[in-house]
């Protein structure tokens, strides 16, 4: 089992997140008031996510949807089909040398 906590912190995590979405709101030139129609999440739980990385998931993936970003969450968790052997222990291998 991977440890995620090995490479960075909860918080980093969280703050690497907000700043990404924060980072894609500005880019697409749309306030937090405008988000916070866009998305139904309120404005006060768009502020308090921009200022400390906290928010539910159900706020976030209104958010995401609202940014058209909502596909990302598709991928996460989903169980990789390999086409051999090889594919995997390529896989492994490469992410042993980055954890390196």
């Known amino acids: 089992m991977i440890d995620l906590n090995m490479y960075r912190t909860l918080p980093q995590i969280q703050n690497d997140l907000k700043e990404r979405v924060v980072a894609r709101r500005k880019e697409k030139r749309i306030s937090q008031q405008k988000l916070a129609e866009l998305s139904g999440v309120s404005l006060g739980s768009i502020k ?26 598709d991928e ?21 040398s980055k954890s390196r």
């Open 76 to 96: 996460l968790f989903c169980k990789k089909e390999y086409q051999s052997i090889e594919e995997v222990i390529e896989l492994a291998q490469s992410s042993n």
């Open 48 to 73: 308090r996510f921009e200022q400390t990385s906290e928010i539910s998931l159900t706020s976030l993936l209104k958010i995401a949807g609202a940014l058209d970003d909502a596909e990302s969450f």
